[in-house]
């Protein structure tokens, strides 16, 4: 009996269990990121790595065992940043509390991730990524980079605001800054090197020389099972709605759509899972498990789940089929008996990885096509709106928008698409409609 196919695709349980363990190397970073970024918003650090385990491990664990590909999933990147730092604190201007902001913002989470399944079950999520200009996407894609770049900067204290030029460099003779860049250096060399843990020993090794100079705390215990009571089904849909959750939709909504088709093509093209014509075999299924765990996510307490890059690690190591991802999965499970040694983690140790992490998704904007003008322009006011504005559902609005204004006052407009006009005339109304 082999249910996973092994012998088929050429691999044993030996190198499935190496390729998941590397995966889990590989990203297990977000265990400690993704709870200090949404712990600024009041949320309780210890809840939201349980939701952040649990999710990651219950999304990747149906990759696994429904598509049956080694492709792992967590709270994404750039979205759990758009989550902490404009969402909640809007939301919670709105509702009046902070805690309000995060629970609102949840249950904007919430209705995404059903959106997101209803999408991909009667399989639209695909006619929308395939309209959608590849300038735009990759545009999308390094403007996030950016975003998230620009926070790790600000956490690692390399930048700080400027009353008159907004933001400037930040004092570089603190023990802050210069761990942070330490850090950056060891992440890149490492990276640099084909070394798949490289974010992971960069954290650890912060860690250690933060606690080594009164910068962090050691825990009181190693093994404690975290409480998450506090996030559990604290989401608050009603609040969403009442505050505009049409804004926040669409950015969780598009951002989550082009990372996960992106990732899934990126990585399935890497391991051959492709098929004759370029399409993706069970896509739906794929898609319905990032779908699935970020309803799960937002019910337990965390942003928006989606298929990470980092599985490339696992394929890379051999990984071809879903007992793989299995694997990564049990491992995000046994991690939330550890919770004491993520929260020792000081924020200088993490500003690294996204700074890193900023700089691979910015390396997408090679593939826009810079010497078409009306192609370079949209894609430019969507890479910079996103980092200037601080919001990356402005800066995708400004893309979407002067997209189809270029194109068609240059005489091309029937080479915009259905889909980029529909989407450029929803951005409009959102701004006549929704400002005020």
Not at 48 to 67: E, Q
Not at 242 to 259: Q, Y
């Amino acid at each position: 009996m082999d249910p996973f196919r092994l012998r088929e695709l050429g691999t044993d349980v030996k190198t499935e269990v190496i390729a998941g363990t590397t995966t889990f190397m590989t990203m297990a970073y977000i265990l400690v990121v993704n709870p200090q970024i949404l712990s600024t918003t009041g949320m309780p650090f210890d809840a939201v790595l349980f939701a952040t385990a649990i999710c990651s491990g219950l999304a990747t664990l149906i990759m696994g065992l429904w598509a049956r590909y080694p492709i792992a999933l967590a709270p994404g990147m750039g979205l759990n940043a758009y989550f902490a730092f404009v969402v909640a604190p809007q939301l919670a201007t709105v509702t009046g509390s902070k805690e309000a902001g995060w629970q609102a913002a949840l249950g904007a989470v919430f209705f995404s991730g059903a959106l997101f399944f209803l999408l991909s079950l009667f399989r639209v999520r695909e006619a929308i990524i395939n309209g959608v200009p590849a300038s735009l996407k990759m545009a999308i894609s390094g403007g996030i980079g950016l975003f998230i770049a620009l926070i790790g900067f600000q956490n690692g204290g390399l930048v700080k605001a400027h009353p008159v030029t907004l933001i400037t460099t930040g004092d570089l003779h603190s023990s802050k800054a210069w761990l942070t860049l330490l850090g950056l250096l060891i992440v890149a060399a490492l990276m640099a090197r084909g070394f798949r843990g490289a974010a992971l020993v960069g954290i650890v090794a912060i860690t250690v020389l933060a606690v080594a100079l009164g910068e962090a705390a050691m825990p009181g215990s190693v093994g404690a099972l975290p409480s998450p009571s506090k996030t559990f089904f604290a989401l608050n849909i009603p609040a969403a709605f009442s505050a505009g959750l049409l804004n926040v939709v669409f950015a969780f909504f598009f951002v989550d759509l082009f990372d996960t088709i992106g990732t899934l093509i990126g990585v399935a093209e890497q391991g051959g899972f492709l098929d004759e014509e370029g399409r993706l075999p069970r896509a739906d299924r794929a898609l319905l498990a990032d779908a699935v765990g970020t309803l799960l996510g937002a019910l337990l307490g965390t942003s928006t789940v989606t298929s990470y890059i980092e599985s490339a690690s696992g394929i890379a190591a051999g990984g071809r089929s879903g007992l793989s991802s299995v694997v990564t999965a049990a491992l995000f499970f046994l991690a939330i008996f550890f919770a004491p040694l993520f929260r020792i983690v000081p924020p200088m140790a993490t500003a690294p990885v996204l700074i890193v992490v900023g700089a691979l998704m910015v390396a997408n904007v090679r593939k826009i096509a810079w010497d078409d003008l009306s192609e370079a322009i949209p894609a430019f006011l969507t890479l910079a709106g996103i980092a200037f504005s601080y919001s990356i559902a402005d800066g995708m609005a400004l893309g979407f928008v002067s997209y189809a204004a270029v194109k068609a006052l240059a005489g091309h407009w029937r080479h915009v698409s259905v889909m980029s006009w529909v989407l450029a005339l929803l951005f409009v109304l959102r701004y006549a409609l929704l400002v005020h």
